[in-house]
């Protein structure tokens, strides 16, 4: 079946330090991946998306590159904030699914000023 | 002001007593989901529906019931079955596409 892994945390980082969070997943066919950001006590905002091989999504500084070849699509941001503090989850959906996300575990990014 | 709204943002549950949780969209969306989210966990699909008066399980549905009477509108009832209710209750929307749109949430929690 599908599932996608991300990378334990939690993560501490200084202000303005580079952010990676790794996520790598396992599907059937051709699926499309997603980061969302929980912030704290809220619901899932989504922060980017792409939906076929070699396509960037960013947004907010925040980028991600969906690579077939190692079924990955790692999060990277150059230069963190306090306020980017928060869980992301990578997620999947595949065509044949549908339409249900499968989602990682999330990772819990904690930037100090 | 378009947007998916959950109530109550938090709701408590007495051994035995079934309770249900409110979520209402007003993006037109065809599709809308249930999700359940653990402490340090992923979110879990409990039930989902593409159209109104159609719904199907997801990956942990027992214990949990839903209804779709109109568009708008996907309530989910814990029922006094689910053993361990405690959890943060998500619900998402989408217009039969990819991106699925989240609620604020509901943590329930057991007196």
């Known amino acids: 079946g599908n599932s996608v892994t991300q990378m334990e945390g939690p993560v501490t980082l200084s202000e303005e330090a580079f952010l990676t969070i790794n996520c790598t997943y396992t599907?059937?066919?051709?699926?499309?991946l997603f980061w969302y950001v929980q912030y704290p006590g809220e619901g899932l905002q989504l922060l980017l998306k792409a939906t076929k091989a070699d396509d960037k999504g960013s947004n907010k500084g925040f980028e991600a590159t969906y690579r077939k070849e190692t079924t990955s699509f790692h999060l990277e941001k150059g230069s963190v904030q306090v306020s980017d503090s928060a869980v992301y989850f990578c997620a999947l959906i595949w065509s044949g699914s549908a339409r249900q996300l499968t989602f990682g575990s999330g990772t819990q990014l904690t930037v100090l000023p | 002001d378009g947007g998916i709204t959950q109530s109550p943002k938090y709701l408590f549950r007495k051994e035995g007593q079934n309770v249900t949780l409110s979520c209402e969209q007003n993006l037109n969306h065809d599709a809308m989901y249930w999700y359940r989210q653990d402490p340090g966990q992923g979110l879990r699909l409990i039930y989902y529906?593409?159209?109104?008066?159609?719904?199907q399980k997801g990956d942990i549905a027992e214990g949990y019931s839903v209804s779709r009477e109109k568009k708008e509108s996907f309530p989910l009832t814990v029922t006094s079955a689910q053993k361990n209710p405690t959890a943060f209750y998500l619900c998402?929307?989408?217009?039969?596409?990819?991106?699925?749109?989240f609620g604020p949430g509901t943590r329930l929690l057991v007196l």
């Open positions: 599907a059937t066919g051709y699926p499309s």
């Open positions: 529906s593409q159209i109104v008066n159609d719904f």
């Open positions: 998402a929307s989408s217009d039969n596409g990819e991106t699925q749109y």
